[in-house]
């Protein structure tokens, strides 16, 4: 029989189509209910919740869910919103959507790279503003990628997705992963098992990694000082890997040349230092924001949670 699913979330058209065909589901747009009535109301005799990044399911929440819920599928690849160690006390399983955004989210990587790189946020407000002279030697003079060392912190399915566009703009990629990659998944990038060791060598910073405790903070002002001057720092992964003051005072004093950031501690609302910085070009969390992988991050959630109801284990299910 087909799981039944409450959606925490709007859907893009198409997806919810799916979602409706395939599975037996009930749409909560308004987010997961907190308060205990509320919760057991919703969510009382159904086998799955399918959530986002914005909505933490914590240990409260998973141990307040009725017996019936047996799966927490999220519309992403992150899972630092889950308490998973809670939901493995609980049985309950947890499915997300690797693989099916990577494309996606690298592209968006090279996006914030170049538009750090080239100042685009001051080119787009010169531009828009109708006050641009005409083209002038000495304008918005930005930086080339073209033989420039990449380092990648958390060289997983994004990371090495970043690291092979990244190449074809003629980068060297380097990398720190708490373990190293084979030499077939490493393709000639070069290891620090000491991620310290690698900032003070590259000259552009991508964050990929998972906010974890041990990422939580990484970029700080310690680690921001061992960095060129003339670094650019790249963050698809999540917003409290760096530590924005810390971050913001850099960009400011023209210790770090640019940022691109994708993603923010406290979404959205980020820390205003971030505004009005002419060396940061910013996107609201829009990494893996096309049609293709909204599509497909649909179509991995459906097909796990019929896998579940048929008793299969499925391959985005979380270990
Ligand atoms: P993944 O395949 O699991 O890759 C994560 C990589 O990070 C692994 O290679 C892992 O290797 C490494 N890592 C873990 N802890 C680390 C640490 N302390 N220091 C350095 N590296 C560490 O995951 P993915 O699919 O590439 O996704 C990565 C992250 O991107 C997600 O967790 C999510 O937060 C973020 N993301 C953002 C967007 C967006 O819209 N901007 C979209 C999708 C994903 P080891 O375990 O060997 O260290």
């Known amino acids: 029989m087909a799981y039944s699913a409450v959606v925490t979330f709007e859907l893009p058209e198409e997806v919810e189509r ?19 009535s509320d919760l057991d109301a919703a969510v009382s ?4 919740i399918v959530v986002t990044p914005p909505t933490q399911v914590d240990a409260e929440i998973l141990s ?27 049985g309950i399983a947890v499915l997300n959507t690797p693989d099916v955004l990577t494309d996606a989210v690298a592209e968006t990587a090279i996006l914030l790279l170049l538009g750090a790189a080239r100042r685009a946020t001051e080119s787009i407000s010169l531009i828009r503003s109708r006050t641009w002279t005409g083209w002038k030697p000495k304008q918005l003079v930005g930086l080339g990628l073209s033989d420039k060392k990449l380092g990648i912190l958390g060289m997983g399915r994004i990371g090495r997705g970043i690291a092979h566009r990244a190449k074809a703009f003629g980068m060297e990629i380097h990398y720190h992963n708490t ?3 084979t030499p077939d998944q490493e393709e000639g990038a070069q290891y620090y098992a000491d991620p310290n060791a ?28 061992l960095m060129k001057q003339t670094a650019l720092i790249v963050n698809i992964a999540r917003g409290a890997i760096i530590e924005d003051e810390a971050l913001i005072n850099a960009l400011r004093d023209g210790r770090i040349f640019a940022a691109g950031l994708d993603v923010f501690a406290n979404e959205p609302r980020l820390d205003p230092g971030y505004y009005d910085l002419p060396n ?9 924001s096309t049609v293709e ?19 299969v284990n499925p391959p985005n299910r979380v270990t």
Do not use: W
Request: aromatic residues 4%; proline residues 6%; glycine residues 8%.
């Open 18 to 36: 799916q979602f409706r065909e395939r599975l037996n589901v009930k749409f909560l747009p308004s987010g997961l209910p907190l308060s205990p």
């Open 179 to 181: 373990r190293r990659l």
């Open 198 to 225: 690698m900032l003070s060598v590259i000259d552009a910073l991508v964050l990929a990694c998972p906010l974890t405790p041990s990422t939580r903070g990484f970029l700080d002002e310690r680690r921001l000082s």
């Open 293 to 311: 992988a909204r599509m497909m991050m649909g179509m991995s959630l459906i097909e796990g949670l019929e896998r579940l109801a048929s008793g």
């Open 280 to 288: 940061v070009f910013m996107l609201p969390h829009i990494g893996s």
């Open 64 to 90: 307040r869910l009725p017996a019936s819920v047996k799966a927490i599928a999220t519309y992403s690849v992150g899972l630092d919103h889950i308490d998973l160690e809670a939901a493995q006390k609980h």
């Open 45 to 48: 005799g159904c086998d799955a």
